[in-house]
């Protein structure tokens, strides 16, 4: 008996149509020794989507992040990527799974110019951006190309650290402040990118604290106070909740 055939998707359903499930959190609680940080979170992000995870700062929305690649103490409860379960799995296989973290330092090699910085990482998945893609996303880049980490500004690094992960193929990218500290100009860019990403129908879970970077781009929000999720908020109901938004946030 023949197979059905898998079906295939353009970029445009990856972005837009289709709602294939490539991150689902249950029940997530994380600590860091006798710490208890995240009180089951529940959560999840769809193929194409970018979802923004807001709070005020110590909310625990950075720890979702290091939970979600076990960089934390311990963790209970469900996380599956890419349809495999990962609670028990270690940090380095969950990055061969297809995820990618930009932590909020960065990680940049200051003694590695900026190609030496791109080419560090394994692949992780065979459908990466090449070096010239990545140049071509970000011309900074190629501009700077053998400059040392340590030249950089600010924007820069934060280019070569996505630019970094994008090489690798991982096609779920949890991003951690990418935006703080940075110049309008590279603010904007950034925006730029992201959006470009969610066409090709890449997955992106996004810690932001500038919410007006943050609005325009993300289709769902997810709003923590003290380790616990207190609300979603779709992109069209924004208007509607602007005030709630405001009562959590501080804004």
Known sequence: MNQPAPIQMNQSEAAHGNHREKLRINNLHAFYGESHILHGID?????????????????GRSTTLKAIMNMVGRRTGNIVINGNETIDTPAYKIAHLGLGFCPEERGIFSSLNVEENLMLPPNVRSDGMSVDEIYEMFPNLYERRTSQGTRLSGGEQQMLALGRILRTGANILLLDEITEGLAPVIVQKLGEVLGQLKERGLTILLVEQNFRFAA??????????HGHIVEEVHSHELEAKTELLNTYLGV
């Open 216 to 225: 325009p781009i993300a289709d769902r929000h997810y709003v923590m106070e």
């Open 43 to 59: 959560l999840s992000v769809n193929q194409g989507e970018l979802v923004t995870l807001l709070g005020r700062n110590g909310s």
